[in-house]
């Protein structure tokens, strides 16, 4: 009898049905063109956005409840991708909870985030540097990233690093929640002589914080301390197909090995760079 194989992505999850499409579908319809043999679940993480549907009458399940039901129709094989930028709480907190349930699977893999590799922020500047980098060194394009709680907050401050690395220093970053906030972004802008700003999402989907935070607030702000703002993009990374790659080729390295101890994984940078 051959194994019942399942596919689990597992997004932060919008209420906004037009990035939804966009971002979060095309992602699903990739996958499960991709990995055929496998039945796809899908799962949402933030409490508010699965409250806001449910009261518009939407049932999205949470990442507990997709992997009980995976359990309980007798699968026996789970690999899982999430479309998290960071392996920060959101993703430590889905890890958990597949290792509760880690002896009713023959095999779990499970794909990394999206930035988890140094290639994979290279990848990023690749993904996007053609579309959205000015070339007007008095514009700057300034990425505006969700922020985290979690210690790797340090992973935003790498996106600019990498992007200036490519010889792109006219791109920032800023975070809605944790460094760098605002005062710190306007404060580097002017020191750079940037006279001009676009802003686009570094977030999978261009939701609330996009439509809100960024369009409005963020756009404001800047205004209000004398930057012409010249574009809002409202695009999501998901809607890039270079960075739907990095997703799709994180979960293949995990089917194909065991996932990477950390101590190997230190072990082999060090010998590629010292």
């Known amino acids: ?48 956005v699965l409250k806001k549907l449910k009261d518009r009458g939407v049932i ?8 009980e039901e995976i359990i309980e129709k007798g699968y026996d094989e789970i690999i ?22 880690s002896d009713k699977f023959k095999s779990i893999k499970i ?23 000015p070339n007007n060194k008095k514009e700057a394009l300034v990425f505006v ?17 990498i992007f200036d690395d490519h010889g792109h220093e006219n791109v920032f970053v800023v975070c809605t929640k944790a460094y760098p906030l605002m005062d710190t972004l306007i404060r580097k802008l002017k020191k750079a002589g940037i006279e001009e700003v676009r802003l686009a999402p570094f977030m999978f989907v261009a939701g609330e914080h996009a439509k809100n935070d960024m369009a409005i607030d963020y756009k404001n ?20 197909d270079g960075i739907i790659d990095i997703f799709y080729n994180h979960l293949k390295l995990a089917i ?16 590629k760079y010292l």
Request: glycine fraction near 4%; hydrophobic fraction near 35%.
């Open 145 to 161: 990233c969700h922020g985290t709680d979690s210690p790797l907050a340090t992973s935003y401050s790498m996106i600019e690093y």
């Open 111 to 133: 794909g990394k985030p999206l930035l988890y590799y140094i290639d994979d922020y290279k990848k990023c500047v690749e993904a996007l540097e053609e579309v959205y980098v």
């Open 1 to 48: 009898m051959s194994n019942k194989k399942a596919l689990f992505i597992v997004h932060f999850g919008t209420t906004h049905d037009d990035t939804r499409k966009l971002t979060i579908d095309k992602m699903n319809k990739k996958f499960a063109e991709e990995f055929k043999d496998y039945d796809l679940f899908t799962a949402y993480t933030s409490r508010i």
């Open 221 to 240: 702000e800047l205004e209000e301390n004398g930057f012409k703002v010249n574009d809002v993009i409202l695009t999501g990374l998901g809607e890039f």
């Open 80 to 101: 899982v991708q999430t479309s998290n930028i960071i392996p920060g709480i959101e993703y430590e907190n889905l890890l958990n909870e597949l290792n509760k349930y």
């Open 256 to 271: 194909e090995k065991d996932d990477e101890d950390i101590a190997v994984f230190k072990k082999n940078y060090t010998e």
């Open 60 to 67: 999205v399940p949470t990442p507990l409840k997709a992997i």
